[in-house]
């Protein structure tokens, strides 16, 4: 599933599944602003998704994730808050620059290496 998505779409996903813990009830508009871009970029993704059967969107109408979408947005947000961990906590790296690099590693970081650092902080944690 991961290969089909671009970042940019991964990136809807997220923020749609991040909108939703904030409201109960996600547009469009609320979309375009927090990614800062137009509501006509918004519904191109939007229908790109819902041909994925990755989201609901009724035109004019809210925007919700399908259990499928909602999977590869939770799967995106470990994947970033496992790379945030390890910068901030490990490396003590500045916590805007851990978050900036974390959002850019999580749509590329393969599930072999992941999962190895993921077993790797765990090892360093229980050293420590």
């Not at 109960?24 to 137009?38: G, H, Q, Y």
């Not at 790296?93 to 851990?98: G, P």
Request: proline share 0%; charged share 35%; glycine share 2%.
């Amino acid at each position: 599933m991961k290969n089909i998505l671009t970042e940019s779409l991964e990136n809807y996903l997220e923020t749609i599944a991040m909108l939703k813990r904030t409201k109960n009830l996600v547009r469009v508009k609320d979309i375009a602003k927090k990614l800062n871009v137009k509501n006509s970029s918004v519904n191109i993704a939007l229908n790109i998704l819902s041909e994925k059967d990755l989201v609901i969107h009724e035109r004019y109408g809210y925007v919700d994730l399908t259990e499928k979408g909602q999977k590869i947005a939770d799967d995106i947000q470990y994947k970033e808050d496992v790379m945030y961990k390890f910068f901030t906590e490990i490396l003590n790296v500045d916590e805007t620059v851990a978050k900036n690099d974390a959002c850019k590693i999580e749509h590329t970081i393969s599930d072999e290496t992941l999962s190895k650092l993921i077993f790797f902080i765990g090892k360093l944690k229980k050293e420590n």
